[in-house]
């Protein structure tokens, strides 16, 4: 929901504005590339968008790219899916995320912190050295170009090491997170045939120690392409018979050798969260990634030499590989492996305020746990350095906006970001330049003419519409892997709307240009032909301190009705009785409207999630449909299967 009040939560002032990066790249870009020197940011959108070709060869110019060999053109093919980028250039992502050592070489590039909270640095040179000698060794082992190799690990330096070695050799990165189970591990990595394994012998989390041994020997039985398996003892165990040591790989003092491979040469593959069928293997190139990121990170997260970025992640969700490509901007990158509430609700502001992050990046759940916990982040922790506060993975209720700026700081920049781990970026959310309303994401990102269409194809502004993007971006999918005519790939983004991405989010984008998202448009809300995102239910019902969390859905019934439960967790010690049914009722009528408000109101021990921690909407509709649990979802992509079966016996009893 769009924000009534006209006036800005935020404002950034003069000061601000004028040493923002993407200031002065607009005005080098005026000067050389004829783009606007006034309008500020939406005239620079329109021209990047406009100009489309033009804006990438600033991008790459602007940020020093370093072809090995030049490209013929910006963009051949331009249509989607397909677009050619940079045909004809080489080089490598490795290169650019650590040319900062050749300046920096005592500065950390990497700040790693476990559940005690305390930051230990890996500098520039030491994280070069590391990756130089682990490439040798991987070559040495028969890495070629195009080779996979896979990671369970967790988000510790090691990970971003064995990455970083990869890409220099021309190999293609997968990870894992070492909470996922042997089969949903293998459902990724068999896809991908991986010829090398980096795993540890288990992880820490929540004050205990997990032991991922067992899990790891199913992995190397099921995994019959691997050629070496890569020990890495965080829990202090010896290394297993005919494994090698990470230690031993990386104790030489080789210079990185980077290859130079072509523009869209595969440098990793990200998994859909595959709530349905096996996930969707998606391929992104080592070109597209690099000057996409450095647009993102270096532009929109106005982040540099100096900078501490901070992302509480797990090496599963694409945030991670998002976060790694802050070497790419000279930014020190914060990896923090442990439980986000850990030893309390206030763990990540800790984080923060001992890491010196100017930039920390979390989730949307966990902003709202913090409000509902009554924790106070300015109060309690030195939150100085912060100068922005970013969010994903569900949209930013407004009492986020609003918690976030009297808690944390009202001169706070609030990046509620919006994208998806099909290009592994953001489609909308942070511009350092422009104001902050609450609700909004603030505009669309450069070079993504990104807008919200209605069924027929036609452009709405505040209306809501499917979330589409026009025109190609160097980092939308090269493809999917195992999709060898690209069928699963067109029919996933470019079915609706022939040769133009639909990203399968209700978006408005409003008279002022910002963005509001509305939620998942395939499980959708559609009450007597008006559309509503389940967010706004969210953040309507989550205000009330008896509710924990909230689920809804919308069926479809086979007479023509609809039927729109929604299901409650409630907090400890709260009931379903009469009066908080009322109160639920109420609210949603006040805040939302009367259509919103559902047919039953069901009490349920949890959510289900996916292991990235998204509610799992789709399957559950499809459970009440009567479809069987192992048609309507992947049980190795839910965080506790067990809560399924509630669904199954309400399909049951209700048919």
Request: aromatic share 8%.
């Amino acid at each position: 929901m769009t924000s009534e009040n006209p006036s800005p939560l935020w404002q950034p002032d003069g000061e601000r504005i004028a040493r923002a990066r993407i200031t002065g790249f607009q005005a080098w870009a005026a000067e050389h590339h004829g783009a606007p020197a006034t309008g500020g940011y939406a005239s620079l959108h329109r021209w990047s968008v406009d100009e489309l070709d033009t804006f990438w060869q600033a991008v790459t110019e602007w940020f020093d790219v370093r072809f090995t060999t030049p490209y013929a053109r910006v963009l051949g093919d331009r249509s989607m899916p397909g677009a050619q980028w940079f045909p004809g250039a080489t080089l490598n992502y490795a290169e650019h995320a650590l040319r900062a050592a050749d300046t920096r070489p005592d500065e950390p590039a990497l700040l790693h912190v476990d559940e005690t909270h305390d930051p230990v640095p890996v500098a520039w040179a030491e994280l070069r050295r590391q990756v130089g000698s682990l490439a040798a060794e991987l070559r040495a082992l028969g890495v070629r170009p195009g080779d996979r190799v896979s990671g369970y690990l967790p988000n510790i330096p090691q990970a971003v090491v064995a990455l970083l070695a990869t890409a220099a050799v021309g190999g293609v990165w997968t990870s894992c997170a070492p909470d996922f189970g042997a089969r949903s591990v293998l459902d990724r990595f068999q896809q991908v045939e991986p010829v090398v394994l980096f795993t540890v012998d288990g992880y820490r989390y929540g004050g205990k120690e997990h032991d991922r041994r067992d899990t790891v020997a199913e992995l190397r039985r099921e995994l019959p392409t691997l050629r070496a398996v890569v020990h890495i003892p965080l829990l202090g165990t010896p290394a297993p018979e005919g494994t090698l040591e990470w230690s031993a790989l990386t104790s030489g003092d080789t210079p990185p050798v980077y290859e130079a491979v072509p523009f869209d040469h595969p440098l990793w593959v990200l998994y859909s969260s595959g709530t349905t069928g096996l996930p969707k293997a998606i391929v992104q190139s080592q070109g597209g990634i690099l000057v996409e990121h450095l647009k993102q990170l270096g532009l929109h997260c106005d982040l540099g030499p100096g900078d501490r970025f901070f992302w509480y992640t797990s090496t599963g969700w694409m945030m991670w590989n998002f976060l790694v490509s802050g070497l790419l901007t000279g930014t020190t990158i914060v990896l923090y492996d442990g439980s986000p509430g850990h030893p309390d609700t206030g763990a990540q502001w800790r984080i923060a305020e001992r890491t010196g992050a100017t930039l920390y990046g979390t989730s949307a759940a966990y902003v709202m746990a913090c409000r509902k916990a009554g924790v106070h982040p300015s109060r309690d922790f030195d939150l100085s350095r912060v100068q922005c506060v970013a969010t994903t993975g569900s949209p930013l209720p407004p009492d986020g906006f609003r918690w976030l700026h009297d808690e944390v700081g009202d001169d706070l920049w609030i990046a509620s970001v919006s994208g998806g781990t099909d290009v592994c970026s953001c489609f909308a959310g942070a511009v350092p330049t422009l104001p902050v309303h609450i609700g909004e994401l603030q505009a669309p990102g450069l070079g993504t003419d990104l807008q919200s269409w209605d069924p027929g194809g036609r452009p709405l502004t505040g209306e809501v519409g499917e979330l589409v993007v026009t025109n190609p971006m160097p980092s939308m999918p090269v493809r999917f892997w195992n999709d060898p005519d690209g069928s699963r790939y067109h029919d996933s983004y470019f079915d609706m709307y022939p040769g133009v991405w639909r990203h399968g989010d209700w978006i408005t984008v409003t008279p002022r240009g910002s963005v509001v998202i509305h939620g998942r448009s395939d499980s959708t809300l559609n009450r007597q032909g008006v559309r509503m995102g389940s967010a706004d239910i969210y953040e309507a019902v989550e205000r009330l301190p008896e509710i924990k969390e909230s689920l809804v859905v919308g069926i479809e019934q086979p007479d023509g009705g609809y039927w729109m439960p929604l299901f409650v967790h409630l907090a400890p010690g709260a009931e379903l009785d009469d009066a908080l049914l009322d109160r639920i009722k109420r609210t949603i009528r006040e805040q939302l409207s009367p259509r919103h408000i559902p047919d039953e109101v069901i009490e349920v021990p949890a959510i289900p999630h996916t292991l990235t921690g998204k509610r799992i909407e789709v399957p559950v509709k499809r459970l009440l449909q009567g479809t069987p649990l192992e048609k309507a979802v992947n049980p190795g992509s839910i965080d506790n299967l067990g809560l399924l079966g509630f669904y199954e016996d309400l399909a049951r009893k209700r048919a």
